[in-house]
């Protein structure tokens, strides 16, 4: 899919983005719980780069807790982005956003960040050498050793094991039982649309986009996730 058919997918779903996701709710809070011991050497002042926020959920979380930190928050979904400020003003953290409803390459604010989060984002760009830019476009908005934490569906698909995985994945995500047919949709979708790598291949691939070896410390079903400081040879 190119941006434009993502941006009116993401739109449609919008209004029931969150409930259709509340299954997921356990691991969500797993992958945000991790991310207070990643991110506590930050400075208490950090400004940090999230990227296709979706509805907000990890900003609002990070901004209860460290509050004093600023965010700048990139959504191409309008609608989506509309939900993430109502979520904020809810929060009552609006005064510490900076809200750009588009993608990287339109961001105007030029104030390198401490620290950057990227869920379930780089994941529907399938070549990887744009993908690799996409991560590249973050290094460059990061100050020296700034801290990205990254998470995508990953696995290694041509794995006698991936079939399995899948049917456990789906009874995850749905309430109804998996048929056969459901599961070959999802596997031909994900085939199709996403570009679900062996971790070991995504972890390169972020390498590439200019920062240090990443460190995998999160995995649920599909879900893998790895942090990651700003190379230092990427920095002229």
């Not at 969150?18 to 930050?42: C, H, V």
């Not at 926020?53 to 460290?66: M, N, S």
């Not at 698909?157 to 459901?182: F, I, K």
Request: hydrophobic residues 40%; glycine residues 6%; charged residues 25%.
């Amino acid at each position: 899919m190119n941006n434009d058919e993502l941006k009116r997918i993401f739109d449609q779903q919008a209004s029931s983005y969150d409930k259709q996701w509340t299954r997921m709710a356990p691991i969500s809070n797993g992958l945000y719980f991790l991310l207070e011991p990643i991110f506590a050497e930050l400075p208490s002042e950090a400004r940090v780069l999230c990227v296709g926020v979706g509805t907000g959920k990890e900003l609002t979380h990070l901004a209860k807790r460290f509050p004093e930190w600023r965010f700048t928050v990139v959504e191409p979904s309008g609608a989506m982005l509309d939900i993430c400020r109502r979520r904020v003003e809810e929060e009552g953290v609006t005064s510490r956003c900076y809200f750009h409803e588009g993608y990287l390459d339109t961001l105007q604010v030029e104030e390198m960040h401490d620290a950057a989060t990227c869920f379930l984002v780089s994941q529907f760009i399938l070549e990887q050498e744009a993908r690799s830019a996409f991560f590249q476009q973050i290094a460059n908005r990061l100050q020296p050793e700034g801290m990205l934490v990254s998470s995508d569906l990953s696995f290694e698909v041509d794995s006698e094991n991936y079939e399995a995985l899948l049917g456990v994945w789906q009874r995850v995500m749905s309430t109804s039982d998996v048929s056969p047919e459901g599961l070959s949709r999802m596997k031909a979708m994900y085939a199709k649309d996403v570009a679900v790598l062996p971790p070991t291949v995504v972890a390169s691939i972020i390498e590439s986009g200019g920062f240090d070896t990443p460190v995998q410390f999160f995995q649920a079903g599909l879900i893998h996730a790895w942090f990651a400081k700003r190379a230092s040879s990427d920095i002229t």
